[in-house]
């Protein structure tokens, strides 16, 4: 699967990869804001800790559903392709 992953990005236009890099980016960015909520206490946010986890965990929930959606369309393009 990696293999073929790699095949597929070597084919892609610079655009097309530009956009791949933008949107892994910010899978990673949601991914560390999350964290950074959740765990970091000096961030001057006026959250209660029950609010503190709550907010931390939509943000990463909502990370992995970007990545997934962003992994569907690109396979999808790639199909049609």
Do not use: C, H
């Amino acid at each position: 699967m990696f293999g073929n992953f790699i095949t597929n990005y070597k084919k892609k236009s610079l655009f097309k990869r530009f956009l791949l890099f933008i949107g892994m980016l910010s899978f990673f960015i949601y991914i560390i804001l999350g964290i950074m909520i959740l765990f970091w206490k000096k961030i001057p946010l006026n959250l209660t800790s029950n609010q503190r986890y709550l907010f931390g965990g939509v943000i990463i929930v909502y990370a992995f559903f970007r990545f997934i959606r962003f992994f569907n369309t690109s396979t999808d393009e790639e199909e049609t392709n």
